[in-house]
């Protein structure tokens, strides 16, 4: 179990990291004039938190020690609204293969209650991808400039934070 526990303090790390690359880019989308962009990241950052939390209290559970370590810096500029959404769907594919991962080392650890747990982070980064997928399409589309891109922005910036682990299992 310790390297599921192990893996599961370094993946904490990573959704800090996440947290932090998500508010670098609500930062920056407010610095160009896109609050709408900005609170849909802000509230991007707080989700990752919450996984992180989710993570940290399964480690516990388990009889696990907890292990912070000091979270990178992120990025802090971009050069256009596409580039930050494009790198968000990047990171995005990489946590997932980091959900991956961790499930194949649960199932080679026969781990059962880790393969349950992670299951939710799994599917979860199903819609992860998914709704920044369909934000780089809606600027690709839109050429990533003009009118198109302050009518995203509005409706972006109807997003609500939504804990979704509260309800989860695992």
């Known amino acids: 179990m310790s390297k599921i526990i192990d893996a599961l303090n370094t993946q904490i790390n990573k959704e800090y ?7 670098s880019m609500s930062a920056y989308f407010s610095s160009v004039g896109l609050p709408g962009f900005a609170s849909w990241m802000r509230i991007q950052a707080k989700e ?24 990178a810096e992120p990025p802090a500029s971009w050069k256009k609204p596409l580039d ?4 968000g769907l990047e990171h995005e594919k990489k946590v997932t293969k980091c959900f991956n991962d961790m499930t194949d080392l649960a199932v080679k650890e ?12 799994v599917s979860e980064q199903v819609q992860e991808e998914q709704s920044f ?14 009118q198109g891109v302050l009518m995203l922005d509005r409706e972006l910036g109807a997003r609500t934070f939504t804990d979704e682990t509260q309800t ?3």
């Open 17 to 23: 990291y996440s947290a932090y690359l998500y508010l």
């Open 48 to 71: 990752e938190m919450t996984h992180a939390a989710k993570l940290y209290d399964y480690v516990l559970a388990r009889g696990g020690k907890v292990v912070l370590k000091a979270v």
């Open 84 to 87: 930050v959404m494009k790198a």
């Open 110 to 121: 026969k781990d059962h209650a880790a393969q349950i747990f992670l299951s939710w982070f």
């Open 133 to 146: 997928g369909d934000i780089v399409n809606a600027l690709t589309l839109i050429n990533g400039e003009g």
């Open 168 to 170: 989860a299992a695992g």
